[in-house]
Nanobody
Framework: QVQLVESGGGSVAAGGSLRLSCAAS????????MGWFRQAPGMEREGVAI????????FYADSVKGRFTISEDNAKNTVFLQMDRLKPEDTAMYYC?????????????????WGKGTLVTISS
């Protein structure tokens, strides 16, 4: 029903930057919010940032506040994640998420659609 395609992952040194993009297609009228989750090997999938499509509130995990910036282009059904001052602990698979309704960062089990993921690797 909704397809999500991420891009922008890669490998950079600590202190560097990356910009992720996610384009949504299909029945996008059903989507209230979009955002990003990440999952490191052996760890739970955790929310990073959520934005209400078309304006409104933005929510960040404490671990990325002041370093990551989420934004969106509602007309293009696209969400971005600008990641600055990256740290080795940011290394993970990053997944785009779309949700019928969300206010704040939801548990991963409440996400309605997932992208296939884009890998981010930060070297020390």
């Amino acid at each position: 029903q909704v397809q999500l395609v991420e891009s922008g992952g890669g490998s950079v040194a600590a202190g560097g930057s990356l910009r992720l993009s996610c384009a949504a297609s299909g029945d996008t009228e059903s989507i209230n919010s979009m955002g990003w989750f990440r999952q490191a090997p052996g760890m739970e999938r955790e929310g990073v940032a959520i934005i209400y499509m078309g304006g409104g509130r933005i929510f960040y995990a404490d671990s990325v506040k002041g370093r990551f910036t989420i934004s969106e282009d509602n007309a293009k059904n696209t969400v971005f994640l600008q990641m600055d001052r990256l740290k080795p602990e940011d290394t993970a698979m990053y997944y785009c998420a779309a949700i019928f309704y969300a206010w704040g960062i939801p548990p991963a089990e409440n996400v309605d659609y997932w992208g296939k993921g884009t890998l981010v690797t930060i070297s020390s």
